[in-house]
């Protein structure tokens, strides 16, 4: 599903680094292509001259030759002028050269005879007045070539043009004048200082300058250039890396080009979406395309480049300010003289900015990460050391890391530059000072610590702690993940052989004891009371040296299993598996390490991994007792805070279980925890796999909640798609699949996420993009929800049987894993595929099963689904009206269109109740299969199935692109040119678009479009020029 950018480039680079334009419709300049067309189609008297302006990529080219075809198709004759690589002198010679080249397509023999003679000019003795002479003779060629045949000119990249040449230029038109010779002129902004690029532009009767492209512009880029939808995440990470540069088109297909080759595009449901992390997207390391598109005074030299690349590095990683490189000490390393030295001609160019506290930064991203993927032979790492050091030496470690916080990013850049002690010791006083103004940059800072610290250092397991107390704090579950590496380093090994925290092992106790004993040996003038009174002092020395040690090691122990805890619980919100002990399953990641005692916290949670949708279940064997989990005697007592105790784990785990399964778990409670709200409420999060939502109604006021982590999308996905957006839930789920393939990320995968992307493909008829996902999800996943969407495609691709009996298959499974919540909309499903295929016994004893299940598992949604069966197989309209009233009252939309169709084939109210099925279903989008079930009802019943208009009424861009043209008085001929496609293409798109907007005529759209009443009707984007009354 990867997808390629490179060969849908609609643009190229020709030599001499000119966009050639390749002949595809272009996109968010229609505006000025009319304008550039309007001048070149007033030849005679209101003959114009148009200066077109835009920066290196805004589409100059592509706008010009647009205009110049549709000139052409108008009956225009457009000449091209070249000279700026003539082989005459520049000035007035190259200019006759460039003429007399246009020329020769007129077949003008009087006027090229003419200009052939200016051409011969130069030979003769010149000065000034000679130049002069050759321009006068120049205008009046092509005054009388024009009025023989009349034509228009363009010429493309005045900035190239020599000086001398473009003076010349600008004089011609200034003074000499050609009469009914319209000229449009295309290049960069010009200065003053330019000298005759900038005569150009006072000699333009008129300057049209091409502004950024508007985001929605920029997307329709993107999906030209790609060739199918993108995700609007894809749109706003590129236009954010592009910062100021986000509206120019060949910096926007810079961006995606430089992804071809990396992977950084994914197709899922359609929609190409992003899976490199925002901070990589970068411009094309092309150095020539590079320079051309940012340095707009010039390509720099190669130690100037060089010496970017290295401001890019070291300002990846740490804020580097102005007074960091103030301070330096003069004859500091060359290497940080050379970035100091580099700062200004960046600034000077607009590349770097520096904001009002003096920190330096790139004001296009994309182009610092494409500048640090080229080569330099800086090393900027001592530029950080040094910068941490001009601090250290004078304040001291501890002091200047807590007073300039900012250090920790310069200790982390720095590497092996700086030695661990001082590290170490700048971190955690920037960590600690950090952690409540910037705590991002303080889990960074305790994350860097980390690394740098021994697994047997004392002051690890506090580091750990505070690490994992600010990421839960702020539901930084990335964060706190990160820390199971460092965990599970810090783990003692077995007893027998475990050191002491100070590095020495429990025979040190028993020395201890001897201490005083050997202080005297040997000396004879004492007695032996004075020996044993030393010895009493020594052994009572060495026993309260033990007990200071095992407080110390209690508290270690209390504070490694609250950190367990933490990484279990941002281990699950990231859909990852919590590493257990032997009973479970192990994260990928994580090795035993012989030490299992000390991850028996994590056991509750990674019970929670079957019922969610994580993992596979995982149960501890028959007669084997749970290991009690130990919690921090610091003030985290269990139940009080953000972490959930382990009966509250239990209570979790038991919401998709049965009835006495859940009762039991709720008596191990406080009575106010035993409500019907919250019961429900876990029932329908377990039923829809939604971790997020389960621990929010279980834990209340005390989560934290669930950040930016998968459980907190997957929330959004199911909140979505119980509300019927389903577009919003399907962006949700492209999203959790494209950030678990995101390199640089620990997230994992939500598999019913995957499953309810699936069957939302699957009820709009899109079977392809619902086998897509369902191949995705492991056969080891036995959650219902997973049953549910894989029974729905084999259905609708023809396997009836078969979807049946995999059905059947799928919730024995679930059974047998005790996941019980869900079974009900399984059986319904088959319930109601049984009544479309006339098997009324499977009918009944589906139903009996869904009795059964109700008794066992008494949830409201069982007891829903028990009333809509019942309404199907006996008929009840009492209960499936009740049944309908509890799903709108819980907020069910596809399940609400269920019940509508029950009560259509039940004959309640059925044509109501049909037309409101129609409408929801479609603003559900829901296809084929559903319109055709509702269109067999309407049949059976002698209904009319009401005709709807669809659900997304207004004009598209096109549509108004489309519609403009018409009203400006163009012909379908000329449309078609205008917008690069056929005649018939034409015809048929304007046909629908007769059907949308009820016009019988061109005339009658070209005229609601003039006064307005399209917009009146809402039928108009918002935003469009031209459509306020």
Aim: glycine residues 10%; proline residues 6%.
């Amino acid at each position: 599903m990867a997808v390629s950018a490179g060969r849908f480039r609609p643009a190229s680079t020709g030599s001499g680094g000119v966009d050639v334009y390749d002949g595809g419709p272009v996109i968010g300049r229609d505006g000025e292509i009319r304008e550039v067309t309007r001048v070149l189609l007033s030849t005679g008297d209101p003959a114009r001259v148009l200066l077109l302006v835009g920066a290196a990529g805004t589409g100059k080219t592509a706008v010009l030759e647009h205009a110049r075809r549709a000139a052409v198709e108008e009956g225009a004759r457009v000449l091209r002028l070249r000279c700026h690589d003539s082989g005459s002198t520049p000035g007035a010679a190259a200019l006759a050269d460039g003429v007399h080249s246009a020329l020769t397509k007129v077949h003008n023999r009087r006027s090229t005879a003419r200009i052939s003679g200016t051409r011969r000019t130069p030979r003769q003795p010149s000065g000034r007045y000679g130049e002069l002479s050759q321009l006068a003779v120049l205008g009046e060629a092509l005054t009388d070539a024009a009025r023989d045949t009349p034509f228009a000119l363009v010429i493309d990249d005045v900035e190239r043009l020599p000086p001398a040449t473009a003076s010349a230029l600008g004089l011609l038109l200034r003074v000499f004048r050609p009469a009914g010779v319209p000229m449009v002129m295309a290049g960069r902004p010009v200065h003053p200082q330019d000298g005759g690029a900038s005569r150009l532009a006072a000699a333009a009767d008129r300057l049209l300058e091409l502004p950024p492209l508007r985001p929605a512009d920029a997307e329709a880029l993107m999906e030209r250039v790609l060739g199918r939808p993108v995700e609007p995440a894809l749109v706003t990470a590129v236009l954010r890396a592009l910062g100021p540069m986000a509206g120019t088109p060949e910096a926007v297909l810079s961006v995606l080009d430089s992804m071809e080759g990396r992977g950084g595009l994914l197709e899922l449901g359609g929609h190409v979406c992003l899976t490199e992390p925002e901070q990589a997207l970068r411009l094309t390391t092309d150095v020539a395309r590079l320079t051309r598109l940012c340095w707009p005074g010039g390509p720099p030299d190669a130690a100037d480049l060089d010496a970017a690349a290295a401001v890019a590095r070291a300002l990846e990683h740490a804020e580097t300010r102005f007074d960091d490189l103030h301070r330096l000490k003069p004859g500091g390393p060359r290497r940080a003289g050379l970035v100091d030295r580099a700062l200004t001609p960046l600034v000077g160019d607009g590349i770097l900015t520096v904001d009002e506290d003096g920190r330096a930064s790139f004001a296009v991203p994309a182009l610092a990460a494409a500048l640090r993927a080229l080569p330099t032979h800086h090393d900027v790492s001592s530029l950080h050391a040094l910068i941490t050091r001009s601090l250290s030496d004078r304040l001291g470690a501890e002091t200047a890391g807590g007073g300039h916080p900012r250090l920790a990013d310069h200790v982390s850049a720095a590497g092996a530059e700086l030695d661990d002690a001082l590290a170490v010791d700048v971190l955690l006083a920037a960590a600690r000072t950090d952690a409540r103004s910037d705590w991002p940059r303080s889990v960074r800072a305790y994350f860097s610590a980390l690394g740098r610290l021994a697994s047997y250092d004392r002051r690890t397991p506090g580091v750990l702690y505070e690490s994992a107390e600010l990421s839960l704090r702020h539901a930084d579950h990335p964060g706190a993940l990160a820390l199971g590496a460092p965990l599970l380093a810090c783990l003692p090994p077995p007893p027998t052989e475990r050191p002491t925290g100070d590095g020495r092992d429990s025979r040190d106790g028993r020395e201890a004891e001897n201490e005083g004993e050997a202080e005297n040996e040997g000396d004879g003038r004492h007695g032996n009371r004075a020996t044993d009174l030393n010895r009493d002092r020594g052994r009572g020395r060495g026993r309260d040296r033990d007990r200071g040690r095992g407080r110390d090691a209690d508290q270690d122990r209390d504070r490694l299993a609250y950190v367990t805890e933490v990484w279990a619980l941002a281990a699950l919100h990231e859909h990852r598996l919590p590493y257990t002990g032997g009973s479970g399953a192990q994260d990928t990641d994580v090795q035993d390490t012989g030490a299992p005692e000390h991850l028996a916290a994590a056991e509750g949670f990674a019970a929670l991994a079957g019922p969610y949708g994580i993992g596979r279940v995982v149960r501890p064997p028959a007669g084997e007792a749970r290991p009690a989990a130990r919690h921090p005697a610091a003030g985290h007592r269990p139940g009080s805070g953000p972490l959930p105790s382990p009966a509250e784990l239990r209570l979790l785990a038991a919401a998709s279980g049965g009835r006495a399964e859940l009762l039991e778990a709720l008596g191990a409670l406080p009575p106010e925890a035993n409500a019907a709200h919250t019961v429900d409420r876990l029932r329908h999060a377990a039923t829809h796999a939604d971790l997020a939502d389960a621990l929010a109604a279980v834990l209340g006021d005390r989560y934290s909640g669930a950040g930016d982590s998968t459980a907190a999308l997957h929330h959004a996905l199911v909140r979505s798609y119980l509300e019927g957006d389903w577009d919003r839930a399907l962006a949700a789920a492209r999203r959790i699949e494209a950030r678990s393939r995101t390199r640089g990320t620990e997230a994992g995968t939500a598999q019913c996420a995957r499953a309810l992307a699936a069957e939302i493909h699957c009820a709009r008829g899109e079977l392809g993009h619902a086998r897509t996902w369902l191949e995705l999800i492991p056969d080891s996943v036995t959650h219902p929800l997973v049953a549910w969407a894989r029974m729905s495609l084999r259905y609708w691709s023809g396997q009836a049987a078969q979807a049946l009996e995999g059905a059947r298959e799928d919730v024995r499974r679930a059974r047998r894993d005790g996941l019980l919540s869900g079974i009900e909309k399984v059986l319904l499903r088959y319930l109601s595929y049984a009544l479309l295929e006339g098997m009324p016994q499977a009918m009944r004893r589906t139903l009996g099963e869904l009795e059964a299940l109700h008794e066992e598992v008494g949830s409201a949604m069982t007891y829903e689904t028990v009333l809509l069966g019942r309404g199907l197989v006996h008929g009840e309209t009492d209960g499936a009206r009740a049944a309908l009233r509890s799903v709108e009252g819980r907020g069910d939309a596809y399940l609400g269109l269920l019940c509508r169709l029950i009560l259509v084939e039940i004959g309640d109210d059925s044509d109501r109740r049909l037309a409101e099925a129609s409408y929801l279903a479609q603003s559900l989008g829901i296809g084929r299969a559903t319109r055709t079930t509702l269109g067999h009802m309407a049949r059976r019943r002698s209904l009319v199935l009401p005709r709807l208009r669809p659900a997304r009424d207004r004009l598209s861009e096109a549509d108004v692109r489309l519609t403009v043209l018409v009203s400006d008085g163009a012909t379908n001929r000329q449309i078609a040119a205008r917008l690069a496609s056929s005649e018939k293409t034409v015809e048929r798109r304007l046909t629908q678009l007769f059907q949308r907007t009820g016009c019988r005529s061109r005339a009658e759209l070209a005229a609601a479009w003039l006064d307005g009443s399209l917009a009146d009707r809402g039928l108009v984007p918002d935003g469009v020029p031209g459509t306020t009354r």
